[in-house]
């Protein structure tokens, strides 16, 4: 994956984004398109892992057939709505380990502060991909990615569903070397930090929250 910031345009993500969007979709309708969407871009995020053959056994005949090769990847969920994206994920890719990092925003300094993080071992020989349905200021994505790097990932993915060209500036700034999927970009943040015309808090949507 060499683009910093590649979107979906798959008709199938497209218009479960466009379901998300509206206002009047349930809390339950919500979560079961998040889980479509993500096994989507799940398949997106993962192209052109590193591959290696295995000699098999068909029916017919032995075979050098394609199988993953390396380490078991990582998916680092964003807490909170990280989670949302991640159970989808794991059902296409099971064997996944999986890290969490909690941040929330100091009020005075309006900086990133870490309150949970737990990643699996071995980060370097990992590809990490790291997962948060907005990309809206770019802050806690990019505090998030700085966390990864000193646990020692150095291969590593991020996943959205929305972006903010404000987001994708901070992170390209930040990590050039992260490329960012994403299965749309929208037009701007409004004054509150939210996405336009995005879909409203991405937490509250999933878990039924105000
Ligand atoms: N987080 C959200 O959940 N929604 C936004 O629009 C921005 C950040």
Known sequence: M??????VEHPLVQHKLTLMRETGTSTAVFRQLLREISLLLAYEVTRGLPMMTRSIETPLERMDAPVLAGKKLALVSILRAGNGLLDGILELIPSARVGFVGLYRDEET??????YFKVPT???DRLVIAVDP???TGNSSAAAIDLLKEAGATNI??????AAPEGVARMKEAHPDVPIVTAALDSHLN???YIVPGLGDAGDRMFGTK
């Open 122 to 124: 071995e980060l370097e």
């Open 157 to 162: 993915r991020f996943l959205c569903l929305l």
């Open 134 to 136: 907005m990309l809206a």
């Open 191 to 193: 004054e509150k930090g």
């Open 2 to 7: 060499s683009d910093h910031l590649n979107i």
């Open 110 to 115: 309006l900086q990133p502060v870490q309150y």
